[in-house]
């Protein structure tokens, strides 16, 4: 699990190959990603829209922005937590994402909530060191 605080938001990011849904003799590798937003300050927060860069493995970046996560712009109240599940194919069996939300606070100001740069690898390819 990866996971990051800024500006009083906890985003913890758990990615998922899904062999099932690639096809690697085609160059289609899929993986799931879930989040959790976790609002630890003491306001509420609304996440308004989301920036993601999702780089493959020969260094290719896609640059992918929208309104809301999942068709949603959930509030989240102090102490709460939000939770969704997306995905991302690939051309290359690796790669990773990063990005940013755009929340906003129950004043009204707003801020970018960095989202932690995370890998996704297929199991069968990462390494292991003793």
Not at 19 to 45: C, H, L, M
């Amino acid at each position: 699990m990866y996971e990051h605080e800024s500006c009083g938001v906890r985003i913890s990011v758990s990615p998922d190959y899904l062999e099932d849904e690639s096809t690697p003799e085609e160059g289609r590798f899929v993986w799931a990603y879930t989040i959790e937003i976790e609002n630890t300050g003491k306001q509420p927060v609304q996440l308004i829209a989301r920036k993601w860069m999702i780089t493959d493995a020969n260094g290719r970046t896609e640059h992918v922005q929208g309104m809301g996560v999942i068709g949603e712009q959930p509030v989240i109240e102090p102490g709460g937590r939000f939770r969704y599940t997306s995905g991302a194919p690939l051309p290359t069996p690796s790669g990773f994402m990063s990005g940013s939300y755009e929340m906003r606070r129950g004043d009204g100001e707003s801020f970018a909530a960095t989202i932690p740069d995370f890998s996704l690898d297929r199991p069968s390819d990462r390494l292991w060191l003793h």
